[in-house]
């Protein structure tokens, strides 16, 4: 086997370039809770599957695979299914572009989303106990509070678990820019469910709950979250279902019921087409999204079994 198969993608940089890993972050969905659900992402039954499962017609076949966007060093080399899926797949579909996501272009864009419009602060969405709490716990790991002052509530969440993560170690990029730079390098045909506009445009659906609560929530179990990210890579490696919606999806559905709708469900039923659409093709493809949009009731793979697809699980 080549030594770049199981290679990780380089680290990711500080919250103050992003580099496109706050914009994957926003669509991961992980919670230490309800709101890290929202924010990582995660998945899936038995101690020697995986989290790729094989999609069949009677003539035509698809892998669809769970991806976690941020990962350790040590979390290499990926599960073997997920080699013998790339290795029999003539193309791979990923969410969205996250080589694009890096540009400078779209980082700027990503910027300009994620502050408030018209000159507002933060404080003036929080109480002050929870803005205090949250200046310090920027300011622990030498962030300035005037850089957090002007995010939108959903995005300093997702900033403060991004610098949490990556001083646990959590700063290569996942699943989706691994087998992005693969399929690059090794020529093959690389398509996408959404456009770098439509994540942007979800954006805004993360800062529909009260803000308040989205920061108190983040800064309570924030302090948990080294137990649930190895507790979450167990679960994903061994491919383990029921825990993964347990751990992900279930809280943000009971918290978060608005985010779920529109960053799970709604998602999943635009992609449903396109899933169809590959499973009448004759090439096999490798489609990899966010784990949290595999599980539960409305995750894409109960949809396909209730639409009659046949699917297996790869050991």
Avoid: C
Avoid at 28 to 40: D, I, N, T
Avoid at 196 to 213: C, I, K, S, V, Y
Avoid at 243 to 266: G, K, N, Y
């Amino acid at each position: 086997m080549p030594a770049h198969y199981n290679r990780p993608p380089a680290a990711v940089t500080t919250p103050s370039g992003y580099s496109g890993i706050t914009h994957r972050l926003a669509f991961s969905r992980v919670k230490l809770g309800a709101w890290l659900s929202v924010l990582l992402g995660f998945h899936l039954q038995a101690l020697a599957a995986s989290p790729v499962w094989k999609v069949e017609t009677s003539d035509r076949q698809l892998y669809l695979a769970g991806s976690i966007h941020l990962l350790r060093a040590g979390d290499y080399p990926l599960p073997a299914a997920f080699e013998r899926a790339y290795a029999h797949s003539d193309l791979v579909v990923l969410e969205s572009d996250v080589s694009a996501s890096g540009q400078p272009e779209f980082q700027q864009r990503l910027s300009q989303a994620s502050r408030l419009p018209g000159g507002q602060r933060l404080d003036q969405h929080l109480s002050p106990a929870v803005w205090q709490r949250l200046v310090e716990r920027f300011e622990q790991w030498g962030i300035d509070h005037d850089f957090v002052a002007h995010l939108r509530p959903a995005m300093a969440a997702m900033t403060l678990t991004l610098v949490e993560l990556r001083h646990l170690g959590v700063n290569l990029g996942g699943v989706d820019q691994h087998f992005s730079q693969r399929a690059r390098a090794d020529g093959k045909t690389l398509r996408f469910l959404e456009t770098l506009d439509q994540q942007l445009g979800f954006m805004t659906a993360l800062d529909q709950e009260n803000p308040d609560e989205i920061l108190k929530q983040t800064l309570d179990e924030i302090t948990r979250i080294e137990t649930l990210f190895d507790l979450i890579m167990s679960h994903w490696r061994a491919g383990q279902v029921d825990d993964m919606e347990r751990l992900l999806v279930t809280p943000m559905q009971q918290t978060f019921p608005r985010i779920h709708q529109q960053i799970l469900v709604e998602r999943n039923r635009a992609w449903m087409p396109q899933l169809e659409v590959f499973l009448e093709s004759p090439v096999t493809e490798l489609v990899i999204v966010g784990s949290a949009h595999l599980v539960g009731e409305e995750g894409l793979l109960n949809r396909l079994a209730q639409d009659g697809y046949r699917l297996t699980q790869l050991e």
